[in-house]
């Protein structure tokens, strides 16, 4: 162990030991996922960085979107985001995910995933190299430190808006709202 | 064997234009009423694989084009060089104002998929299809997304630039 982290480990265990075991969900809906399995294999081994692949949403803490998103791939993003535990952290890989990238006049893709669901991190290029993962993961470890990584924190607290947003993109969603919506948005079962 | 092939077709088809485009493929182009006569010869001449059945919107001619993709996983076509994979690209078209076609999936049972997406991207109607539901997209949109009609970049300033940001009030 560092000791140069020794204060923060006694300070903020869990926070600590929640950082450095970063599960990652990929949700492989585009080109991205060509770059996902040799950094979680033997070529590149993100184990290294405390980051290992998992097979459901509800074992992880870390999901990756890699690719662009279709309108339909983001009713699949919603409900996986969704089931995942607290504290849970997103990233976004790859500039489809940022503003549409080469998709940006596309009549099916979804541009600027950030008005959909809250989004830690970004790593842009097309495609990232799979360092550009692990230089995301250290990223994201400062800013857990510093708390800001707190997507999670920001989806309960703004969740109408992005509610509101889902339901623009999608239209009637056939999901119950994960948090309460208050009355003056319509259209929604409380 | 290509040469007595186009021969047979153009013995028993009237309309029908045939071009060699280099070895190992026939364009075939055809009236739309022959298409599924063509299509149940040709079958029966042994190429029993549809590959793929695409459509182009030529807007300036006013009219639709569907290609029919037929290949043959049992014919040995070129005697010379032993080579297989002779394809036969069978070209009909279909004016713009009537979009209608009949279907193929009484030939060839999986063209069903591929008339689906044609229907849901192009619009194109296949009579006796008995399951054109909606294959990819999710939106309603009013002009079928791949016809030449269609403005992309209006359609996304619309609707997708349209949706406010959540975090960030300027954009």
Redesign the interface.
């Known amino acids: 162990m560092d000791r140069n982290q020794i204060t923060k480990w006694l300070k903020a265990p869990a926070k600590m030991a929640n950082k450095y075991s970063l599960h990652a969900i990929y949700f492989c809906t585009g080109c991205g996922i060509i770059e996902v399995p040799p950094v979680i294999t033997a070529r590149w081994d993100a184990e290294r960085f405390g980051v290992i692949p998992v097979a459901t949403p509800r074992q992880a803490n870390l999901f990756l979107i890699t690719g662009y998103v279709s309108v339909k791939t983001l009713r699949a993003i919603i409900r996986t985001y969704e089931q995942m535990y607290e504290p849970k952290y997103t990233v976004g890989f790859g500039s489809c995910p940022v503003n549409g990238g080469m998709y940006w006049d596309s009549y099916n893709t979804i541009k600027h995933l950030d008005k959909y669901i809250p989004i830690d991190g970004w790593i842009a290029g097309c495609m990232p190299r799979p360092e550009a993962i692990f230089i995301a993961v250290t990223h994201l470890w400062t800013l857990i430190d510093k708390e800001m990584a707190n997507g999670y924190i920001r989806y309960r607290e703004k969740y109408k808006s992005y509610r509101r947003n889902q339901e623009l993109a999608l239209g009637k969603l056939d999901w119950p709202p994960l948090y309460p919506v208050s009355d003056e948005h319509q259209g929604n079962e409380q | 064997m290509n040469k007595s092939l186009k021969e047979k077709l153009e013995s028993t088809f009237k309309d029908i234009r045939i071009t060699i485009p280099e070895d190992s493929r026939i364009a075939v182009s055809a009236e739309s009423d022959n298409v599924l006569a063509i299509l149940r010869f040709l079958k029966d001449a042994g190429f029993d694989h549809l590959a793929l059945i695409s459509a182009v919107d030529w807007i300036e001619d006013d009219c639709f084009e569907l290609c029919f993709i037929l290949t043959s996983y049992e014919r040995d076509d070129d005697e010379v060089t032993g080579r297989q994979g002779l394809h036969i690209i069978l070209k009909t078209r279909i004016p713009r104002e009537k979009p209608q076609f009949k279907t193929t999936t009484g030939i060839f049972p999986n063209a069903e998929p591929y008339e689906r997406e044609i229907h849901e991207l192009f619009g194109i109607n296949f009579e006796g299809h008995n399951r054109l539901t909606p294959l990819?997209?999710?939106?309603d949109?009013k002009i079928p997304?791949f016809r030449k009609d269609?403005d992309?970049?209006k359609?996304?300033e619309e609707v997708?630039?349209?949706?406010?940001?959540?975090?960030n009030k300027d954009?």
């Open positions: 990819l997209l999710e939106r949109y997304p269609f992309t970049r359609y996304v997708f630039d349209k949706i406010p940001s959540v975090e954009k």
